[in-house]
Every structure is written in structure tokens, then in C-alpha cells.
């Protein structure tokens, strides 16, 4: 059955602001039918994320609609009861948010919040709900189905929380399901598992879906058509295969064309800053890393890849001093540094510095940019005054933004790449030697990754920085990496300089890696589910 299941006609949203309304969407329009899946692309800030709200009849706060119409299988939602719209959301509109760790009550056990919705809505009995759960579950590939409900969200790992979201919003069988960059921050292989098992879900039941994302080749696998969005407007729709074939507008052309960066070779003969020699850790008895050494490069970059908890993090918590190693130690230039960031002086603290994935939460909300950067600058290197003034001006310039517009902004004024360019700031007004890099670059869209990338490389160029780049993107590790470690349960695998890593023969967790990065090819991820045996996903031929 494929008659249409919601209709949107010039819809309009405003944000209001320091000056008034603005708008944020400016008059789109779109129809998907039952069962059908719809890709929303666009850099950040092009509305993909407020569009899909907004077929929930959904606004958030300071937000309005200003215009046009959203109809959801005959009701018109923008201007219905809000009752109308509750005893909807949930039942026959579920949405599936891009952080599970943020969405799930960490109070409750994971079987708890599932069955909450569909015993409330009187759909199903608790022994009901529970049965029908664990049967979600196993359609959703979790380990141990009959038990994981009885886990807390923080005892499982993201990608499995991930999959236990999109059970729990396929609770009440609804008809439409809003998924809003639901693979964004997983590692390769997770991904993989995810989008099969969400794929394999939405398909058996029938479900239509607004897929938000801003990576192409993941919608490429998803979506039967793609809607390009760009400041709050369609730049071109077609069916995906069209799309990806023939992309008609060049703003669509940039997106396709946004990872053929590549940062210049280097000199591999440059002396070691830092070596991690046979360095093991445990968070209380759990052990977490095996005996890993490392060595980082002055002027280049080393970037750590791997899965979700191959220690990744953990080592660069062991580098920085925030995790004492229980056993091994780490030289910064030859000279042992004491294990915990306690013992070591403001110098050795200055060399290393950290930039963390989540802007969001690094940056305090209530400091303006000015005590955010500055406060750095005067606790490592003393400046006060004018000097500091004019290093908080240099530093913002540096990283491409203009001191004068945002020097007194707070971080909740800030797009989440200014966000990123900020802690760059921030770790650069220490003036360090090494800058390790957290998975940076993993929540911001395409293009703005990109530029962060294309920054990073710029100030490396320009301050001989050396860089550790921890990433689970293998086109970020193709894009600036000079030397790869690929970690694994806590132990380097392989290790070397980047063409002799990446270049066959790979190791054998290397090729898994590799063969898990997404490709601009509907047929992509039924060819690897086929050839890894996994699940009961979607056989042959892509969507689209």
C-alpha cells in the first residue's frame, strides 16, 4: 500500500533571536508515503534536523511556526490540540535521536523504559510489552535478547543502546519514525550492525522514515530518495540511485565531492616527542589496556583508529595523566612523565593538550569565549593585561574567527564547528607541543569537518604541532593521517606509516576496519551483510 502518509506544504519556522524572528525553514515542501524511506542531507545549520521535528508537529522552544502545513494521515498537526499530538508521538510517530546515552533515564533499566509507552497507550499488557521487547530485540540483533532489558543504559555498549532506542520507538508499531543522525558518533563496524538492523526493522513493518544525516553514503543505504537542504531550503530531490549518479545543483556536487582532501606528505624522519612504552590500565579491576606502545612524531600526525572500546580514549587519559597506567610508563622527549597529571609540573602539563569530541559539553555554557580562552593563556604562560589581550585576539584569528564578533559570545551562541574551533583555541593557548584530538570531528557534519580538518593542518604547518588523532572515521585517517595504530581490545594490531598501513596486504582487523567504511553505493551495505553472513537484513540490491 503506497498512498501517501505525510504531506508538508511551504512550511515556515522561525527561531527567535537577539533581533527578532529568523527564519530557520523557509517554505518546504514534501510528501512520503507508507513504508517509504526519505534521506534528509545538508551541512549544518540547514534545517534537517528542525524538518524532521516538524513532522511531529514537533517545534522546540523559542522556535515558531510561521507558515504552511504539515498533515499527517489527514490531521493537520501544526495547528492541532496538543493532546491530538501526544497521544500521536509515540504510537504512530516515534523519533530516534542521535545520543541514546542522552535519551535513555539512567535510573531505569532498559526493559522498564521500553515497555512504558505501549502499556500507557493501552496498546499492550506489561507481559505483553515485555515479550514483545525481547522479540525486538532479537530482531535488532542484541546479544542475549532475554536478558539485556534487565541491563541499565550505561552496562551496554552505544551501538547496542542504539538498537535498543529504535526497538523501544518501534514499541507501538508506529507508521512513521523520525530517525535524526542515529549513527553518527558509532565507530565502522557498529554502524554497520545499526543500519542492517534498522534497515531490516523499518522494512519488515512497513514503517516510513525521515532519515536525518549529514553523511551521504550512509543515507545512500537508507533512503529510497534524497532531499538536499541547504539555510533552510530544497536544493533538489530525487530518488537516491539519481541522486548518486547525477547530482543536478553544485552545492549537492560539494557534498559528493567533500573527502577527496588529503594533507601533504611529510618528512617520516622527524625525532619522537612522546613514547608510550608497555602501557597497561584498568578502570578499578577492569583491565582495559594490554601492554600498548606508541610513538609520536614531532610535526606530524599519528591517528588511532579502531572500534568503541579498543582504548582508544583510555590511552590519551594515560598520556595526559588523567589515568595513572598500572604498568609502563610515558617520555615526553626521552624524559619519563609521572604517571598522574598531580606530579607533573605546569610545563609538562603545558606540552600536552586536549580537545574533546563533545563541544557541548568541554565548553562551561556560562563563560563568554574571552574567559574560555583567556583563562588558559594567563594559568600556562602568565600573559595578563594587553599581552593576553592580544594573544586572545591572534588565537581567535587563527582559527578563522573574527575577534571583535565573538569575543563575548557564550557557547550556546555558537554553531557546534565554531564550537570545535573554540576548544581548538583553547588548547593552542597553552601554547603546547602535542595536541591530542578526541574524535573531533565525529558530530559535525561533512563540510565543517572538513574545514577543521583543513585548520588543523594549516596550524600544524604553522606551529610544528604534533598531533594525535584519535577517529573510527577511516576517510579522516586517509585525509591527514602521516602514521596509523590500530587498536583492538585494548592492543595495537598493526602500526606504521600511513601507505604501508592502508595498502594491502592489511592485518586482518585492518581489512575489517576498512571494509566497514561506507561507500557512495546503495548496494554497499546488503554486499557486506551478504559476504559477513549477518542477520536477516535486506538481501540483494539496495534501496532506492
Excluded at 260 to 281: D, H, M, Q, T
Excluded at 411 to 418: I, V
Excluded at 463 to 486: C, E, P, S, W
Aim: aromatic residues 6%; hydrophobic residues 40%; proline residues 5%.
Amino acid at each position: 500500500m503506497q498512498d501517501t502518509l505525510l504531506t508538508i506544504r511551504d512550511l515556515h519556522v522561525d527561531g527567535q533571536s537577539d533581533d527578532g524572528w529568523r527564519p530557520i525553514i523557509k517554505g518546504v515542501s514534501l510528501s512520503l508515503r507508507r513504508g517509504e524511506v526519505l534521506g534528509l542531507i545538508g551541512e549544518s545549520g540547514a534545517g534537517k534536523s528542525t524538518l524532521g521535528l516538524a513532522a511531529m508537529g514537533f517545534r522546540r522552544d523559542g522556535c515558531r511556526f510561521s507558515g504552511g502545513s504539515v498533515h499527517f494521515d489527514g490531521i493537520e498537526l501544526t495547528g492541532a490540540p496538543r493532546q491530538v499530538r501526544r497521544e500521536l508521538r509515540s504510537t504512530r510517530i516515534a523519533y530516534v535521536a542521535q545520543s541514546a546515552a542522552a535519551s535513555f533515564n539512567p535510573a531505569y533499566r532498559i526493559l522498564r523504559q521500553h515497555c512504558e509507552f505501549p502499556v500507557l497507550r493501552g496498546r499492550m499488557t506489561r507481559a505483553e510489552a515485555e515479550a514483545d521487547a525481547v522479540a525486538l530485540y532479537r530482531r535488532m540483533r542484541l546479544p542475549d535478547p532475554e536478558e539485556i532489558g534487565f541491563r541499565y543504559p550505561h552496562q551496554v555498549s552505544g551501538g547496542q543502546l542504539q538498537r535498543a532506542m529504535t526497538a523501544m520507538a518501534m514499541g507501538c508499531r508506529p507508521d512513521l519514525i523520525i530517525f535524526d543522525e542515529p549513527t553518527t558518533a558509532l565507530d565502522v563496524t557498529t554502524q554497520i550492525e545499526v543500519l542492517s538492523a534498522i534497515r531490516d526493522a523499518v522494512k519488515s513493518f512497513g514503517t516510513a522514515a525521515i532519515y536525518v544525516s549529514h553523511d551521504l553514503a550512509v543515507v545512500a543505504q537508507m533512503a529510497d530518495r534524497v532531499m538536499v537542504l541547504l539555510r533552510g531550503e530544497t536544493v533538489e530531490e530525487a530518488p537516491t540511485r539519481q541522486m548518486l549518479a547525477a547530482p543536478q545543483q553544485d552545492y549537492t556536487k560539494s557534498l559528493w565531492a567533500v573527502r577527496s582532501f588529503r594533507a601533504p606528505a611529510k618528512e617520516v624522519e622527524a625525532p619522537v616527542l612522546l613514547r608510550a612504552e608497555g602501557i597497561s590500565a584498568s578502570y578499578g579491576k577492569a583491565p582495559v589496556l594490554f601492554g600498548v606502545d606508541l610513538e609520536i612524531r614531532a610535526g606530524r600526525t599519528t591517528t588511532v583508529v579502531g572500534e568503541s572500546g579498543s582504548g582508544k580514549s583510555t590511552l590519551a587519559r594515560v598520556i595526559t595523566g588523567l589515568l595513572p597506567p598500572t604498568q609502563g610508563r610515558v617520555l615526553f622527549e626521552g624524559a619519563a612523565l609521572p604517571p598522574g597529571f598531580r606530579r607533573r609540573t605546569r610545563d609538562m602539563l603545558r606540552q600536552t593538550q586536549i580537545i574533546y569530541q563533545m563541544a557541548d559539553t568541554a565548553l562551561n555554557p556560562r563563560h563568554t569565549v574571552r574567559e574560555l580562552v583567556g583563562r588558559p593563556i594567563a594559568f600556562y604562560r602568565g600573559l595578563t593585561g594587553r599581552a593576553q589581550e592580544e594573544e586572545l585576539r591572534r588565537l581567535l584569528s587563527d582559527i578563522e574567527m573574527d575577534p571583535d564578533v565573538y569575543l563575548e559570545r557564550c557557547p550556546a551562541e555558537l554553531s557546534g564547528g565554531q564550537k570545535q574551533r573554540i576548544g581548538i583555541a583553547r588548547a593552542l593557548a597553552a601554547d603546547p607541543r602535542l595536541v591530542i584530538c578526541d574524535e573531533i570531528t565525529s558530530a559535525l557534519d561533512q563540510l565543517v569537518a572538513e574545514n577543521i580538518l583543513k585548520l588543523l593542518v594549516r596550524l600544524q604547518r604553522e606551529r610544528g604541532l604534533a598531533y594525535m588523532f584519535i577517529t573510527h572515521d577511516i576517510a579522516t585517517v586517509r585525509a591527514i593521517a602521516d602514521d596509523v595504530v590500530v587498536m583492538k581490545d585494548g592492543r595495537v594490531v598493526a602500526a606504521g606509516p600511513r601507505d604501508v598501513v592502508m595498502n594491502p596486504p592489511h592485518a586482518p582487523y585492518t581489512e575489517l576496519l576498512l571494509s566497514s567504511e561506507p561507500r557512495m553505493d546503495p548496494d554497499w551495505l546488503s554486499g557486506v551483510i551478504r559476504e559477513r553472513g549477518a542477520g536477516t537484513a535486506e538481501g540483494a540490491g539496495g534501496r532506492g
